[in-house]
Every structure is written in structure tokens, then in C-alpha cells.
């Protein structure tokens, strides 16, 4: 197997008997993957019906019941949509073996079907993918291949995986994706790359994908040549009213823009002194007549104020309740960007008025790239079960922006995808794994990352029922077949569970962040320094050790950001014994001698966490070698590949960092643990060659 088929691995046989009275290009596709990919034995009926409940649930909602004599299962919905995820939920339940009554590791067909009764409905109207892909066909932080879209062949040729594609979200409830770099080129708007985007969302449109773009804000001056790109501008407003229109008639459910705004150099309003709120609204009334949306981002920073984290609630919690209601604000999990473990972004807490939404990295651009093995359900769940107290105890971040909370209509969640031209997608075979984690968590946030490895798992490596196991031309026993069982729920609970916990202990543990190198992001580099370059990218302006400890003080004794966050939690972050440990370092500067809930001074469980990191990397690696015996030679390989690239990299950060902190704690690393393997002087030498990302730091050639 080469991956390609993603979760989707279901064996065809013969045909099931699918009844559908309507005909439509969603309901055929329905239609078409039950029949060739149901095995259950009863006949299933699809329904488009208006009933109470099913108006209740909405268009994208369905129900799957089983009929009261037992002999077929009937998936209603409203909306022919949500007819098409029914059918996806029926063979997701039947490929992770979630159908039969037991709870035994029988194939389906051994044992009776339960009486299914599910009713479902997604928790955020907008689950939409961010493609950071560039009209060349370069990706931005992409690490598995080119680009998707083929821009060159484009609209005369059509690639077999845009449908592909489509079916994959579809098949997970992602509904809406962002064609391109959030650093976004004009040109996307010109009448030749309409043409192209056109014909992507003709394919995407039968499985309820709507396409929208990225935009620059200059594009009325860049591509319109026109003097200005001032948002109060009549001829500014003209030029986008229209292009909006031409846009509309090309794609009619066009879903709307993405805008990085003022920010890392990207023009927007503040250029021409206006603010965000002026810049959103007026793309926002320029789209309203066609019913599409403004996601407008808060990721904006500049190096001239004293704390990063703090600069994007300065900037738009004053605009709240002044925005135009088909705007929505796009805020990163963390204050910062992205890194193995922040805290939330206090915006999240303090945007009442206004709809925001979460944006979440799938693609790993903090977290070893597609080398490393890192299942992103934990740090996302982390986030939305967040308390940010706005309306009292349990205002978490999942209320907040589910509408739950404030009743805003418009709800989304965005992920930045990791999906690029690889033939299996994503680069690592488990980084499919949060592909499908974000579109899960997305339909439903009260999944448990748990529930989600397990589903995954199970569907990405249990033997295509019919098919030669990988070692025979037979199928595989009874007794593999439960022994694989076994194997991958040590693999949930112990890998996909564990594994970005380890990322965080072997990079950055108790609240460290943005150590890596220069540029790329990859590797170690806590002391880089780049005479001229901003200060706010250097690694010593995030972790601030010296003879004194280390951790940046963001208490209210140091950059008070602390109180951007609602009581009580304002007051637990602000006080060093009550900050959890896991932040430590991110709200505090602390000394190397201070005493840590364990027991040990901060700088002996510093190198207690970065040594756990590497030990789990190890052990991740003992995991997944009795895989071998259960599947294709392919995978198999890959993934264990990838382990060892892991483990070394570990094994390097842990050296980094640890003899580079050390030459300010000044003190042994605790002779219990393993030893460094490197020079401190060979690392700090090392060029990392980032053109192949094939990183090895080790065998250093200079
Ligand atoms: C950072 C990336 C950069 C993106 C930026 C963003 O390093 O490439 O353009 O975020 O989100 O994480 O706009």
C-alpha cells in the first residue's frame, strides 16, 4: 500500500442493494460509495426529508436508524449533504469494525449488526482547510510535495486527486477549504486564475466543498492598477465590488476571503490609516449581497512593542462589536505561533460582540515537519476545552466559538493543512492521522482524542476485508486478527496519545517556545543570533536565560500579559506556584534553583523532561516494530524510518538545549540520565541542509 487511499482503504465485492428515490450529483455519489462499499447485508434507503427532527439537525445533520423489524437501515437528513456524511459515518463504523454487536474483534460478517440509532449534526458551519500554497507551486510550511493544485495545467487539465480530495474532506465533514497562501499573491484574483479556481469548484461542489481564496490587500492596486488600495476609497470599493461580482459569476456559492492583514510585511488598511475593522467591513459589504464571509486574521505582531503575546488583543480587542456581521476573526490557538505547547490566546476570551474562530497547524511546522510522529487531537482539545472564563466557569473555547456561548449564527474552526502532492498525502503515514483528527474534531469537539486514534487506526491498518494480508496470499487468522487488535490499542494509547507530549518534552517542556533555528524551524538553535534581525525572532527573546533562570516574565511584575486573561485564572498564571508547570516558563522567569512539584530544582526537571522526550521516542519506536507482522512492507518501512529520524532528533534537541542552558545553570545534568552525544561547539557549528528535509544533525557534515 502506498498510502493513497488514505482512511478511506474500503474493499469493493459485490454490490449492495442502496434504495434513493431523488437523483442528484451528491445523492448519486452517496448512492454509488454505499453500493460499492457496503457490506452490512441490509439494504439501505437514503431519504431528503423535512421532518421536525430533521430540520432540527440541519442540512448537513442526518440520522441512521435501524427499522424496527431489523431489516434495513434507512440515513435521513434534510439536506442532500447531509445524506452524502451518513453515508461516510455508515462505512467509517463498518471499516473501524464499529457495527457488530459484540465488542470482539470478529469481522463484521461473523457477528449481528447493532440496532443503530444516531443522530448527528456539526458542532461549527464552517470546518475549513488552509492552504498555505503559492501559485508556483511551492507550499509555504508544506512538507509532502508540491502543491495539490496544478496552476500550470490548469483549467485544460484536471488531476484525478481534486476529487480525490474532495471525497477525503467529504468523508470527514470538512466543508470549505482556502485554495491559497494566507501571504497571498494578486494574481489569484486575475481573470485567468478564476478560470482555474472555477474549475476546482465544479469538482469539490457535489461533496459540499466550497472554495474560497485568500486575498492580498492590495490587489486593487496591484492588479488594478489603480493609485491606492485604501479601504474608504470609492474606487477601491468599486474595483472590489467588481471583482467580487465576477467572481460570483463564475462560482456562485463562492464561500468568500481569508485576509492576513498588516502583518510580517503583508499590506492591509492600518497601511492607509485605517483599522482592521475598517479593512474587514468593507470586503465584508462588498461580499454580503452573495452571502459570503470575511475570516479575518488576528495574527498580526510588530517588533517594536515589548511582548508579542500580548499584541493581538491589544490591537483587536478594542475593534470588538465593530465589525460587520459576515466577518469573523481567525485567532491561532496561542498568542504566538503555533508551537508544541502554548497557552490559549487571551483574544479568544475577550471578543464578545464579534465571532471569532480557532485556526489550528496540521501541517507540522513546529513539530518535526513530517519526520517526526506527532498526533495533534491532544493539543487541539487542549485548546478548545480551555476555560477562558468570559462568562464565568466554563466558558471554554469550544463554547466560545461553537456559538454556543454568544448565539453568533457564524461559527468556523480552520486548520492549516498538511496536504500536499506526496502520493500518500500528507508526508508521514501518521500525519493522514490529523488531517482526519481536525475534520473529526471539527463535526464534533466532544470526540476524545482517544476515540479518534482509535477510529483512525483502525481504518488505516486492519487488512482490507477479502484481501491477502501482507505476508500471504491468505487472509489473515482469527488470531493475528486479534493480536493486531491488541497492538493498535497499545499504538492509541500509548503513540498516537503520547506522542505530541513527547515533542513537547524533547523541544520545548515547562513553557519554553520558539527556540528553533533560524528560518526553518526545524531544528534546535537557542542561542542563534542574527546580528541586524528582529529581535522578536530570536530564540533569547523567548527564553530569556541567564545566570539568574530562565522563562520569559509575563507576570504582572514583568510584561503583564497574564492579565489579558479573565479572573481566576488571570490570578493562577500570575503567581508562580500556582502557573501549571506545563507553562512555566511561558508567564515566569524562574530561577534554576526553584523547587518544582516533583521535588527537583527547575534546572535537574528540565533535563528530566527532555530526557522523558527522548525515552519516548525510543519506546515509540519499540511500539511500532511489531507492526511489521500485520501490514505492507511499504508503510511499514516508511514509519519506522521516520522513527529513527525522530529519535536521533530528539536525542539532538536534548544535547542542544540542555549544554546551552547549562552554561547558565552551571550545573550537571543529573547523572541518572543519559548522556549527551554531542559538542555543543559541533551544533552550534552545524549548517542544517533544509532543501531535501532529510535533517540528520547527526554525523555532522561540515
Ligand atoms: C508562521 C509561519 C509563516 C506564516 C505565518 C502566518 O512561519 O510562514 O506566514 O505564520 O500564519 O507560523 O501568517
Avoid at 28 to 56: D, F, H, M
Avoid at 218 to 224: E, I, M, T
Avoid at 567 to 590: A, K
Amino acid at each position: 500500500e502506498d498510502g493513497s487511499a488514505l482512511w478511506l482503504r474500503y474493499a469493493t465485492g459485490t454490490k449492495a442493494e442502496i434504495n434513493c428515490r431523488k437523483q442528484s450529483p451528491t445523492l448519486n455519489i452517496a448512492v454509488s460509495e454505499l453500493q460499492k462499499y457496503w457490506k452490512g447485508g441490509l439494504p439501505v434507503t437514503l431519504e431528503v426529508n423535512a421532518t421536525k427532527e430533521l430540520r432540527a439537525l440541519g442540512n448537513e445533520g442526518y440520522t441512521i436508524r435501524t427499522s424496527a423489524d431489523g431489516k434495513q437501515i434507512t440515513i435521513a437528513s434534510s439536506g442532500e449533504q447531509g445524506v452524502l456524511y451518513g453515508a461516510y459515518h455508515l462505512l467509517r463504523l463498518q471499516a473501524a469494525e464499529q457495527l457488530s454487536e459484540s465488542n470482539s474483534s470478529a469481522t463484521n460478517s461473523d457477528s449481528k449488526l447493532r440496532v443503530l440509532n444516531i443522530s448527528e449534526k456539526p458542532d461549527y458551519r464552517i470546518r475549513i482547510l488552509n492552504h498555505w500554497d503559492n501559485l508556483d507551486g511551492t507550499i509555504e510550511r508544506g512538507y509532502a510535495g508540491h502543491s495539490l493544485w496544478k496552476w500550470e495545467e490548469l483549467p485544460a487539465v484536471v488531476s484525478p486527486r481534486y476529487e480525490a480530495y474532495a471525497r477525503a474532506n467529504a468523508s470527514i465533514g470538512i466543508n470549505a477549504t482556502v485554495l491559497n497562501n494566507v501571504n497571498a499573491s494578486p494574481k489569484i484574483l486575475s481573470d485567468e486564475y478564476l478560470q482555474k479556481v472555477k474549475v476546482l469548484a465544479d469538482i469539490f461542489r457535489p461533496y459540499g466543498l466550497k472554495v474560497y481564496l485568500s486575498i492580498n490587500f492590495s490587489s486593487p492596486a496591484a492588479l488594478g492598477g489603480l493609485p491606492t488600495s485604501d479601504p474608504l476609497n470609492k474606487e477601491v470599493i468599486a474595483w472590489w465590488k467588481k471583482k467580487t461580482k465576477e467572481v460570483y459569476s463564475l462560482i456562485p456559492d463562492f464561500g468568500g476571503f481569508l485576509v492576513k492583514a498588516n502583518s510580517e510585511g503583508q499590506p492591509g488598511p492600518c497601511d492607509y490609516g485605517r483599522t482592521h475593522a475598517e479593512g474587514a467591513n468593507m470586503l465584508a459589504d462588498v461580499l454580503k449581497p452573495y452571502r459570503g464571509i470575511v475570516m479575518w486574521r488576528a495574527f498580526v505582531y510588530s517588533p517594536t512593542d515589548s511582548d508579542r503575546a500580548k499584541q493581538a488583543y491589544l490591537e483587536f480587542e478594542p475593534l470588538d462589536g465593530k465589525f460587520r456581521d459576515n466577518v469573523i476573526v481567525q485567532i491561532k490557538n496561542g498568542p504566538i505561533d503555533f508551537q508544541p505547547r502554548e497557552p490559549f490566546s487571551a483574544l479568544f476570551g475577550a471578543m464578545k460582540k464579534t465571532p471569532v474562530m480557532p485556526e489550528f497547524q496540521i501541517t507540522q511546522e513546529y513539530l518535526g515537519f513530517s519526520n517526526h510522529l506527532a498526533f495533534l487531537a491532544p493539543m487541539w482539545k487542549e485548546c478548545l476545552d480551555s476555560d477562558t472564563y468570559v462568562q464565568g466557569a466554563g466558558s471554554t473555547i469550544a463554547r466560545v466559538t461553537d456559538g454556543s456561548l454568544f448565539a453568533h449564527p457564524l461559527t468556523a474552526i480552520a486548520g492549516v493543512t498538511n496536504i500536499g502532492d506526496d502520493i500518500n498525502w500528507c508526508g508521514h503515514p501518521f500525519a493522514q492521522a490529523n488531517w482526519y483528527a481536525f475534520g473529526r474534531l471539527a463535526w464534533k469537539h466532544s470526540l476524545s482524542s482517544e476515540e479518534i486514534g482509535e477510529e483512525w487506526l483502525k481504518q488505516t491498518f486492519l487488512p482490507i476485508a477479502g484481501q491477502p494480508s501482507r505476508n500471504s496470499v491468505n487472509e489473515i487468522s482469527q488470531k493475528e486478527r486479534q493480536q493486531l487488535h491488541s497492538q493498535l490499542s497499545l499504538l492509541n494509547s500509548q503513540l498516537l496519545q503520547e506522542s505530541r507530549e513527547a515533542v513537547v518534552d524533547y523541544m520545548m517542556p515547562l513553557g519554553l517556545h520558539h527556540i528553533f533555528a533560524w528560518g526553518h524551524h526545524y531544528g534546535p538553535e537557542p542561542w542563534c543570533d542574527i546580528p541586524g534581525a528582529r529581535p522578536d525572532w530570536m530564540p533569547s527573546y523567548y527564553h530569556r536565560a541567564d545566570d539568574g533562570g530562565i522563562g520569559f516574565d509575563r507576570s504582572s511584575k514583568g510584561s503583564n500579559a497574564t492579565a489579558q486573561y479573565h479572573s481566576p485564572l488571570c490570578e493562577q498564571l500570575d503567581n508562580v506556584d500556582t502557573c501549571p508547570e506545563n507553562l512555566l516558563l511561558w508567564f515566569h522567569h524562574v530561577p534554576w534553583n526553584h523547587r518544582m512539584k516533583s521535588g527537583r530544582t527547575l534546572w535537574a526537571e528540565l533535563c528530566y523532561a527532555y530526557d522523558r522526550g527522548v525515552q519516548e521516542t525510543r519506546n515509540f519506536q519499540k511500539l511500532w516494530a511489531p507492526m511489521e507482522k500485520y501490514i505492507d512492507p511499504e508503510r511499514f518501512r516508511d514509519v519506522q524510518h521516520r522513527l529513527k529520524i525522530q529519535t536521533r532528533d530528539a536525542v539532538w534537541w536534548k544535547d542542544a538545549c540542555l549544554l546551552y542552558f547549562q552554561q547558565f545553570s552551571k550545573q550537571p545534568i543529573p547523572y541518572e540520565l543519559e548522556r549527551p552525544v554531542h559538542e555543543l561547539k559541533d551544533m552550534m557549528e552545524y549548517k542544517l541542509n533544509i532543501t531535501n528535509f532529510e535533517c540528520p544533525p547527526y554525523g555532522f557534515t561540515r
